[in-house]
Structures are given as structure tokens and as C-alpha cells.
């Protein structure tokens, strides 16, 4: 590879789609992986997890590439999903060998999964987790932009509780508020780097909210991005002998505006007033959702131990996904105390 083909790669610009969990982040990656010059691949958090081991890393070795991309084999949807020829991607990034740092060897995984496609313009990623990595995501990629996804805190909620096993709209209300206060803290600090969207915008009019999104990113706008039939997912997602958590099929719906207001019939008057105390006034001064009258009165006791959880899973949360071993040996924890934990990092190290 030649300088002026590695620094291609380096310049390319990079988006990364926030939100908490059920905004519709998925459905957005998959919009932008339909367009023929974007490269979306499913989720995955190899760059704020090998970050500290190789961030700081200014001449790479034959060694270092290979042990890049082992580690990469060890999360999930890297291995079943992105399932890149081993060999070939490390031969891809071993011709880049004297250029190559941090930056550049992550952005070269997004581009080698191109495919077929040509004249790439830009890379995307998402993960809700990203919420709480906006600072390490900037710090690699300084030029970043970033698409922050918002849904109705109640329609978020019930979604969630309708997809997990885990029935706690305390900790689900938390996450919506905790995540969002996060992203516009950050984009109050770097506002033309952010575009927001409403979900629920987005499943009214897809061509013209896909427009605006193409236009804030200063790329050419594609009539594949409205897959309404959600064709690219399933290419995607489908994969022979992968069983996928149910969080995941529902994907494959069409595009409509049936789960727009669905709390109203999905929710008990207990979790309403339970999301309405957490999010109520900040979904409705930062984001114009209405309030919604509770039938009941929210458990403000409970409530206020589950803030201190909550902030202590937050600060392990961003302890651990940036040290490998740890969150290795806490995934393997999980998976042998509970029957209900999809496989995360760490579940298929060889």
C-alpha cells in the first residue's frame, strides 16, 4: 500500500450513531449500509476496547497486527456477522505496516469490509454504549461526526421491556436519561459535529430524514437508503446456524409507525409513572415529548437506590469495556450465571 493510498483511508470521514438501546440505531446503521458508497458494518466495540492497549501505539509491528486482529475474533458479532477472511485482513493491514497506527488500523477494518462496493465516502458505526465513550471516540477520531438518534423515553422503555427478560423500567427509564444527558453534554461542547433525529421521524418520512442526515455528512444522498423491506438487514443479519437474541429479530419488520406511541397500550400505569418521574420533564424541555398522566404514584424510594446503582454500573461499565482482560473475565462470569446473556467479548476466545 501506498502512502497516498493509506492516507485515503485516514481521511476518510467516520459518523457514529448514538442513543440509547430501542431509538433505532440498528435500523439507522442498516439505512447507511444500503447506500453504495457507505460502509456500515453491524455493531461491535473493538475500538473503544483495544484503545488502551494499542491507542498510544506509533510504529506497529508484524506482531502487533496479528494479535489486532485475534483480538478482534474474540467479540461476537465481529466473528458471526463481520466474519472477514482472518488471513486477508491481516495481509491488508500488514501492507500498511509502516504507516499504521491506531486510527488508521480501525478504520482500515471498516474498509476492508466494503464488499464490492467502490468509491466509499464514508464510515459508520454504531453501539448505544457509545453514549459513554464520546470522549475516547474524539480522542481517536477528532474529526468524527455523530448522529444522535432520540426516541420517546415511554416507547423506549416499553420496547425494551417488551424485547428483555429484564423487567426493570427504573434501571431502563435511568438509561434513557443518564445516555442522553451524556450526548448533549458533548454536543454542547462540539454542536456542528452533531445532527439529531427523532425516531419517530425517521420511520414517518425515511427518504427525507435520510436526506437530511446525507446532506449534514456532506455525502451524496442514495435511493437504496429508503429499504423500507429492510433487504440489507436481512442480508446482514441472517446468517446460517446464528441464532440471534430476540432484541435482534424484530429488525426484520418493514418500516412503519406501528410502534409510535405503543407504551399506551404495552405499558402498566406503574411503569408510567415510573418513566414519567425519571424522564418526564427532560424528555419534554430538551425534546417536546408531552407529559403523560400517571394513574399511580412512582416508588421514589426505589427509585433513588436504583440511581446509585445505576451510577455505580456506569463507572464499572466504562472501567471495563476499555480493559480487555476484565471485561473478558466478567463475560464469562455472566455467561455461566445466567441462561438469558447473549454472547459478548471474551464468550468465543479460542
Not at 422503555?157 to 443518564?178: D, F, H, P
Not at 426484520?252 to 406501528?258: G, K, L, Q, R, T
Request: proline share 5%; aromatic share 14%; net charge positive.
Amino acid at each position: 500500500m501506498t502512502s497516498e493510498e493509506a492516507d485515503s483511508i485516514r481521511n476518510m470521514p467516520f459518523v457514529f450513531i448514538l442513543g440509547k438501546g430501542r431509538s433505532g440505531t440498528t435500523l439507522l446503521q442498516s439505512l447507511f449500509n444500503s447506500h453504495p458508497n457507505v460502509v456500515a458494518p453491524p455493531e461491535s466495540k473493538f475500538i473503544i476496547m483495544h484503545a488502551r492497549r494499542f491507542g498510544r501505539k506509533q510504529k506497529w509491528t508484524e506482531a502487533d497486527v496479528n494479535l489486532f486482529v485475534d483480538l478482534l475474533y474474540t467479540e461476537f458479532y465481529f466473528a458471526e456477522f463481520w466474519k472477514p477472511d482472518r488471513q486477508k485482513l491481516a495481509e491488508f493491514l500488514l501492507s500498511a505496516l509502516e504507516y499504521l497506527d491506531y486510527p488508521l488500523a480501525c478504520k482500515m477494518v471498516y474498509y476492508y469490509m466494503k464488499g464490492n462496493k467502490e468509491n466509499i465516502v464514508l464510515l459508520s458505526d454504531k453501539n448505544p454504549f457509545y453514549a459513554i465513550f464520546i470522549h475516547m471516540l474524539v480522542k481517536v477520531f477528532p474529526e468524527a461526526k455523530f448522529v444522535h438518534l432520540i426516541r420517546d423515553p415511554r416507547d423506549n422503555v416499553a420496547s425494551t421491556l417488551r424485547t428483555y427478560k429484564i423487567k426493570n423500567s427504573i434501571y431502563m427509564s435511568l438509561q434513557w436519561l443518564m445516555f442522553n444527558r451524556i450526548i448533549e453534554k458533548n454536543k454542547s461542547k462540539r454542536p456542528s459535529s452533531y445532527f439529531t433525529l427523532h425516531y419517530e421521524d425517521m420511520v414517518k418520512d425515511v427518504e427525507g430524514s435520510m436526506k437530511q442526515v446525507c446532506s449534514f455528512l456532506g455525502i451524496p444522498y442514495s435511493e437504496a437508503m429508503k429499504d423500507i423491506n429492510r433487504k440489507e438487514i436481512k442480508d446482514t443479519y441472517l446468517v446460517k446456524g446464528v441464532e440471534l437474541e430476540e432484541n435482534k429479530r424484530t429488525m426484520f419488520e418493514p418500516i412503519s409507525e406501528v410502534n409510535i406511541d405503543k407504551w399506551k397500550k404495552d405499558l402498566k400505569p406503574k411503569d408510567i409513572a415510573i418513566v414519567e418521574k425519571i424522564t418526564g420533564k427532560y424528555a419534554l424541555q430538551q425534546y417536546g415529548y408531552p407529559h403523560a398522566e400517571a394513574a399511580v404514584i412512582a416508588p421514589v424510594f426505589r427509585i433513588a437506590i436504583w440511581k446509585i446503582i445505576y451510577r455505580v454500573w456506569l463507572a464499572f461499565t466504562r472501567f471495563r469495556y476499555t480493559r480487555y482482560s476484565v471485561h473478558a473475565a466478567y463475560s464469562k462470569f455472566k455467561k455461566k450465571t445466567s441462561n438469558n446473556i447473549k454472547p459478548e467479548w471474551g464468550d468465543v476466545l479460542k
